[in-house]
T-cell receptor
Framework: QKEVEQNSGPLSVPEGAIASLNCTYS??????FFWYRQYSGKSPELIMS????GDKEDGRFTAQLNKASQYVSLLIRDSQPSDSATYLC???????????FGTGTRLTIIP | GAGVSQSPSNKVTEKGKDVELRCDPI?????LYWYRQSLGQGLEFLIY????????KSGLPSDRFSAERTGGSVSTLTIQRTQQEDSAVYLC???????????FGPGTRLTVT
């Protein structure tokens, strides 16, 4: 079992709709969670970080964390074609400085 | 401000040669991380530095890989006697400290022929 799991997709969402990206993790010691966006041929770009249970909103992005269910999600409202990318979920355990990444979900926004 | 920079952006080398990859972190960032991303694989942690010290080298795949950081700033990842399986994008990230968000550089694409 991978430590951080994501559906590889591709996930296709119409322009203007809500895109929902999901991630589960196996290490209960994980304390911090991050979403990165990676365009093809580019490096990962930090979108959101979340540390506490509940929702965290930043513009069109909302990250959700449920530690009891070991589940993290990213919602993208009013999806735009420019949101088409691979989204990487990462987790960091307390006392462990490295990030453990999922393999990413490829998102395509259909105009 | 300036982000993380890496050089070279691309490197093609022959099997058995040594290569050096460089990372220049965001100014003031004390923590520096190396990851690699192979085609079809996720991001794989290699090593991290807090200042000039490397408390966690657990991700280095073999003793052909080494890294150093000097002056709490620039880091160099060295791969000796390169093999074809070393072909990947090598990514460097930095953060204000180990509990903060990590920001990635553009990466070095290494191809071993």
């Amino acid at each position: 079992q991978k430590e951080v799991e994501q559906n590889s997709g591709p996930l296709s969402v119409p322009e203007g709709a809500i895109a929902s990206l999901n991630c589960t993790y196996s290490d209960r010691g994980s304390q911090s969670f991050f979403w990165y966006r990676q365009y093809s041929g580019k490096s990962p770009e930090l979108i959101m970080s979340i540390y506490s249970n509940g929702d965290k909103e930043d513009g069109r992005f909302t990250a959700q964390l449920n530690k009891a269910s070991q589940y993290v999600s990213l919602l993208i409202r009013d999806s735009q074609p420019s949101d088409s990318a691979t989204y990487l979920c990462a987790a960091r355990a307390l006392g462990n400085e490295k990030l453990t990444f999922g393999t990413g979900t490829r998102l395509t926004i259909i105009p | 401000g300036a982000g993380v920079s890496q050089s070279p952006s691309n490197k093609v080398t022959e099997k058995g040669k040594d290569v050096e990859l460089r990372c220049d972190p965001i100014s003031g960032h004390t923590a520096l991380y190396w990851y690699r991303q192979s085609l079809g694989q996720g991001l794989e942690f290699l090593i991290y530095f807090q200042g000039n010290s490397a408390p966690d080298k657990s991700g280095l795949p073999s003793d052909r890989f080494s890294a150093e950081r000097t002056g709490g700033s620039v880091s160099t990842l060295t791969i000796q006697r390169t093999q074809q399986e070393d072909s990947a994008v090598y990514l460097c990230a930095s953060s204000r400290g180990t509990v903060y968000e990590q920001y990635f550089g553009p990466g070095t694409r290494l191809t071993v022929t």
